[in-house]
């Protein structure tokens, strides 16, 4: 990343961030941006433009390889950590690097390097502090990165191993981890950098979510099909939710009426109903979908399903499959970059 990018700008767009999610902006307002893909069959990032639902690029990663992306506020730059060539808790290499991209250049600009193995994975920028929070596996913590100096600034230890997943809270107060193997979902303080407690969720979970209001964490149970649901203001399991399948990525809808649901065995994308807690739609989609992306406007859900290459575009208001994406081989995270 270019050094000499004014903070006030990330201010800027970190104050627009922080409005569209706390009711300061209609949700309902169009919305343009580019959908990107990591492949991990060839190790690249896709590019693709949404509403032409065509790849623009597909960038190498230069690294093996990169399982999930975040775009930074400023909608310029993309983050890839590289992860290593095994699965979560596999036997494999320990990846140790952040690649910054630049997508409109449509190449690696930057490298953020850990300094060790850590298998980092999951990235996410809180827009209340402007900051990157990134999975570090290894390291069983969360490491935080200042995306003005591209350096690690601190972490917050989750306590457990394979803390795969992240998901924050949109107040910016809270960061929860499914930590996959032990089952357990870790609550990390943003503000102290502090481990508040750790809740046994299943026997094994998989990817995590926030609701809209803060108010609930939802995980995917591993050993049973159902989803766990968390009171974020207790830290304790509240219920759990039947589904047709062992589910892996949620998403909630930004008016926190609908859950979205990847079911991978099943080849289906289910749909929740939030106030009954109920699963109400059904979607046939290609094989094993993986990740759900929610549109900022919430009229378009992408998931991410990497036997076939391809993404799944479900329109939210008629809940059908609008159509599917090409992408890479082994496509799984998926980000959005608001167009500038």
């Known amino acids: 990343m270019n050094p000499a990018t004014p903070r006030l700008r990330l201010l800027a767009q970190s104050l627009v961030m922080i409005a569209m999610t706390s009711g300061g902006f209609s949700l309902n307002a169009a919305s343009t941006g580019l959908l990107l893909v990591t492949n991990k069959g060839n190790h690249t ?5 949404p509403e032409a639902g065509k790849e623009i690029a597909a960038i190498a990663e230069d690294g093996t390889t990169g399982h999930e992306v975040i775009a930074g506020p400023e909608g310029k730059f993309a983050y890839v950590p590289i992860y290593g060539n095994s699965g979560v808790g596999g ?20 490298t953020i390097d850990l300094g060790k193995g850590m298998r980092p994975h999951c990235p996410l920028f809180n827009p209340h502090d402007g900051l990157l929070y990134v999975t570090t596996e290894l390291d069983q913590s969360v490491s935080i990165i200042d995306p003005q100096t591209l350096t690690v600034t601190g972490a917050i ?24 193997s032990p089952g357990t979902v870790s609550v990390l303080d943003l503000r102290t950098r502090a481990l508040v407690t750790t809740i046994q969720a299943a026997p094994h979970v998989q990817r995590i979510s926030v609701s809209p209001d803060d108010h609930w964490v939802v995980t995917a149970d591993q050993t ?25 990525g949620t998403a909630f809808t930004p008016d926190g009426k609908w859950l979205v649901v990847a079911i991978p065995g099943k080849h289906q994308v289910g749909v929740i109903d939030w106030a009954a807690r109920k699963l109400v739609h059904s979607l046939e989609v290609p094989k094993s979908p993986q990740e ?6 919430g009229a378009k859900a992408y998931v991410s399903c990497d036997a076939s290459k391809q ?19 082994g496509a799984d995270g998926l980000a959005w970059a608001e167009k500038r």
């Open 311 to 329: 993404i799944a575009v479900i329109d939210t208001n008629t809940w059908t499959v609008e159509k599917l994406i090409d992408a890479g081989p």
């Open 91 to 110: 036997k494999g290499t320990d990846g140790q690097l952040i690649r910054v991209i630049d997508l409109d250049a449509k190449k690696i600009s930057e």
């Open 224 to 248: 049973a099909m159902r989803l766990v649901v968390i009171d974020a203001a207790t830290n304790e399991v509240a219920m759990s939710i039947p589904i047709t399948g062992h589910a892996y």
């Open 45 to 49: 990032l896709s590019i693709i433009d």
């Open 157 to 180: 230890p989750t306590g457990q191993p394979q803390s795969h997943m992240l998901a924050l809270s949109h107040d910016g107060l809270r960061g929860y981890t499914a930590n996959v």
């Open 292 to 297: 759900v992306l929610i549109r900022p406007d």
